[in-house]
């Protein structure tokens, strides 16, 4: 059944389609080999304070996200292809710092390049994929299968990282940005510029500030996006809330990669199966809402111990958190082209991902800080983010069910 679900909507793809789904996997390969151990590497091989480990993974995830918006629009104005280009190539740079930096000064221009290089292809690339189905249906179905790709990236980069974390992590960063050498080449060879924008780039277009002035009093889109931000906060938590606890509760750091490989190997064999129920069930506010609700319930997982087992908590929240981000992602992406034209896809999708950055920074800083307290409960973080999620799942749900307005 998987299987058939995955073939019949193969057959949606387009060649420029089939290049950006692939993309999720050898993107995610390449990104999940070093991010996984990176917070861990920076606080016990370099021996580096958990309030500077926040803040050099927070400003990677607040120079990609907090810098989609003008990624998406250089894209809009320069063409998608050119910037997933350009992406490719900062990434390089940025993993190779990361590896093999030894001060933080390094590491932060490390964090800040690899951060950026998404900045400019993510938010291309989504747009570029909208672009190819303007039908909505369509367009779900094709993010769902790129999620389902990027999965399967996200569950071996880990395992191909831990393998080179045995020789030594500057080899986890130099295979990283080797990878996204090949991955240059391959965009610059296979990738066709997008018919759509051979002609509006010709076109004048109108200052970009006009446009980001346009999307801010867009109230649907603005209220759609600080709700759908949250998906971002909770997400990043993988990176800095999980590796603490599991260091702090097992001192065992395999056990990172089996967060990792549950979460991808229940997206792998699920995504299909979870959008086909969304489609005919669910429908899109009450798919939104659910998702956004179980992720964040999913940390409460982490308040319960088990001496003889204390992977458990863990993996139960991988699964938890891996059903409802299945949910609620390919949803997410989908809907951005809803509130606007198909030549501004680059800049809504680079707001959207920018306020999302945002939550992300402001997040990870925060828990890195209250996780490194010893005055303050765990207890307290799970339940907190258990809260945000159910508060922006049930405002989610309640926008999408209601009319588009401006």
């Excluded at 979870?274 to 940390?299: D, K, P, W």
Aim: positive net charge.
């Amino acid at each position: 059944m998987l299987f058939k679900h995955f073939i019949n909507d193969s057959r949606l793809l387009s060649p420029a389609g089939k290049v950006l789904v692939i993309n999720g996997f050898t993107f995610n390969l390449g990104f999940y080999m070093l991010l996984p151990y990176l917070a861990d590497h920076l606080q016990h091989d370099l021996g580096i304070t958990g309030w500077f480990v926040g803040a050099i993974i927070g400003l990677r995830v607040l120079s990609q996200q907090g810098l989609f918006l003008v990624g998406g629009t250089l894209g809009d104005l320069f063409g998608y292809k050119k910037l997933i280009l350009m992406g490719c190539a900062i990434r390089i740079i940025g993993f190779a710092l990361l590896g093999l930096g030894q001060s933080i000064p390094v590491l932060l221009l490390g964090a800040f390049c690899s951060g950026f290089a998404g900045a400019l292809f993510t938010p291309s690339s989504q747009a570029y994929l909208a672009s190819e189905y303007p039908h909505r249906n369509q367009r779900q179905k094709v993010f769902a299968l790129q999620n389902l790709t990027s999965e399967a990236g996200m569950l071996l980069g880990p395992l191909v990282g831990l393998s080179l974390l045995v020789v030594d992590f500057a080899l986890v960063g130099l295979f990283s940005a080797g990878l996204f050498s090949i991955l240059l080449v391959i965009q610059w060879r296979f990738l066709p510029e997008l018919d759509t924008q051979k002609n509006t780039l010709r076109d004048p277009q109108p200052p970009f500030w006009q446009q980001w002035l346009s999307m801010i009093r867009h109230k649907a889109f603005m209220a759609f996006v600080l709700c759908s931000s949250v998906y971002h906060l909770l997400f990043h938590q993988l990176y800095v809330a999980i590796p603490h606890e599991v260091r702090v509760v097992t001192q065992d750091v395999t056990i990172i990669t089996w967060v990792f490989a549950t979460s991808s190997i229940t997206g792998v064999l699920m995504q299909m199966p979870v959008s086909r129920f969304v489609e005919h069930r669910l429908g899109t506010a009450l798919g939104m809402g659910l998702g956004m609700s179980i992720m964040g319930s999913s940390y409460l997982w982490l308040n319960l111990h088990f001496d003889t087992f204390p992977a458990i908590p863990f993996i139960f929240c991988a699964l938890f958190f891996s059903l409802g981000s299945m949910l609620v992602f390919p949803l997410l992406g989908a809907h951005v082209p809803t509130f606007c034209e198909a030549k501004t896809l680059g800049s809504h999708y680079g707001l959207y991902s920018c306020i999302g950055g945002l939550y992300a920074f402001t997040g990870n800083i925060t828990i890195g800080w209250l996780l490194s307290s010893s005055d303050i409960s765990h207890t307290y973080i799970w339940t907190g983010l258990a809260c945000c999620g159910l508060l922006s799942g049930s405002l989610l749900f309640w926008q999408v069910k209601q009319p588009l307005k401006t």
